[in-house]
Nanobody, 128 residues
C-alpha cells in the first residue's frame, strides 16, 4: 500500500486546513485509516481514525469537536478537516493504514503499531 499525504501549510490560529491522503495498492474499503501527528520534540500521537468499511470513527480528546475525519472509498482517499486550529496543533501529520482487515482495529486504533503502512507526512504550522 502506498500513501500520499498532502494539504499541510501555514495558517493563523482559528483557521482551517484540510489534509488528504490518497491510497493505492489495495481495495480501499478493506483498509482502516488513521491520522497521527508529531510535534517538535514530542512523540507521534494518534489524532483520528476511520474503520475499514467506514462505519466507525475515533478521535483524540485534544481535537474532538474541531477535527473531522472522513473517507471517500470511491477515490481511495481519507481526509482530515481541521477547524479552529491552535498553535499547539503545529506538527507533522501522518496518515497510516491498517491492512489486517479484522476487528482488532476497534480496540487498538490509537496505537502506532496497529498500522502497517505510513505516508510521508505533511507539515501543519499554526501561527498565533
Amino acid at each position: 500500500v502506498q500513501l500520499q499525504a498532502s494539504g499541510g501549510g501555514l495558517v493563523q490560529a482559528g483557521g482551517s486546513l484540510r489534509l488528504s491522503c490518497g491510497a493505492s495498492g489495495r481495495t480501499f474499503s478493506t483498509i482502516a485509516m488513521g491520522w497521527f501527528h508529531q510535534a517538535p520534540g514530542k512523540e507521534r500521537e494518534f489524532v483520528a481514525g476511520f474503520s475499514w468499511g467506514g462505519g466507525t470513527t475515533a478521535y483524540a480528546d485534544s481535537i474532538k469537536g474541531r477535527f473531522t475525519i472522513s473517507r471517500d472509498n470511491a477515490n481511495n482517499t481519507v481526509y482530515l478537516q481541521m477547524n479552529s486550529l491552535k498553535p499547539e496543533d503545529t506538527a507533522v501529520y501522518y496518515c497510516a493504514a491498517d491492512t489486517t482487515y479484522d476487528s482488532s482495529w476497534y480496540s487498538s486504533y490509537s496505537r502506532e503499531s496497529t498500522y502497517d503502512y505510513w505516508g510521508q507526512g505533511t507539515l501543519v504550522t499554526v501561527s498565533s
